[in-house]
């Protein structure tokens, strides 16, 4: 091989080496499509911080012209190079469940859809969260669903909390004087109020992380 040949081939690995580090595997793989990702420091600062989570979905069936999916959301850490599973929804919790095939049809339920709400520093500074907020619905207005994720030992990850409502609830991060709060909107419903008929169409809630508790004010949410 002539000496331009082996220089070449020198800086082609280079080059290949330096494209691998910028771009970690995932491993396992996320099921199905990716859709979104979203990267979020979820131990704080650093390269070895650095968590990506991913929005994935594969397709189940078609039925009438319409298509069933089951959703996927997955979380990774960096480690060692590559970004390592550590939470994957369905199978270690919510907000997502198993979607499954109606007895003697060719529809599945319930219908599914998952979106990123943001980041954000509601429990520690400089420590971020993952906010989801995910809809699942059969054969009324269904059930939504925000989950904040967080950090926790041994390099794991779990959801630190999680607000549901009827038919419809979203969040947004906002950044205040004394810290990051969660906006959360959707219609309200007191106790035994019909799914036709909120008692009140639009409510807007602050949910804020204080001496260890989350608060939500007012209380128009289910908070858990």
């Known amino acids: 091989m002539r000496a331009s040949d ?13 494209f691998a580090d910028a771009n970690p595997q995932f491993v396992p793989a996320p099921p199905g499509d990716a859709v979104d990702s979203k990267v ?4 704080g600062s650093g390269s070895e911080a650095q968590w990506k989570a991913v929005i994935s979905k594969k397709l189940l069936g078609s039925s009438n012209g319409m298509d069933f999916y ?13 970004f390592r599973l550590r939470y994957q929804s369905p199978g270690n919790g919510g907000p997502l469940s198993v979607v499954t095939r109606t007895h003697g049809t060719t529809t599945w339920f319930p219908m599914q859809d998952i ?11 400089s420590v971020q969260n993952l906010i989801v907020q995910s809809h699942e619905a059969a054969a009324d207005c269904g059930g939504a669903t925000v989950t904040v994720f967080a950090g926790g030992p041994g390099g794991s990850v779990a959801p630190a909390v999680t607000i549901t409502n009827f038919c419809d609830l979203g969040a947004t991060v906002q ?23 909120p008692t009140k169409p639009e409510a807007t809630a602050t949910l804020r992380y204080r001496g ?13």
Request: glycine content about 10%; charged content about 15%.
């Open 70 to 82: 089951q959703w996927y959301l997955s979380i990774y850490a960096l480690r060692r190079g590559a």
């Open 6 to 18: 082996v220089a070449l081939a020198g800086v082609l690995f280079c080059a290949a080496s330096l």
């Open 40 to 43: 979020v420091y979820l131990s």
């Open 115 to 125: 979106d990123f709400s943001g980041v954000g520093s509601l429990m520690q500074p």
């Open 175 to 197: 950044h205040t004087s004394s810290g990051d709060v969660l906006r959360l909107d959707g219609p309200y419903y007191a106790p035994n109020a019909p799914l036709c008929c």
């Open 212 to 224: 260890g508790k989350w608060i939500e004010s007012p209380k128009y949410f289910n908070v858990k």
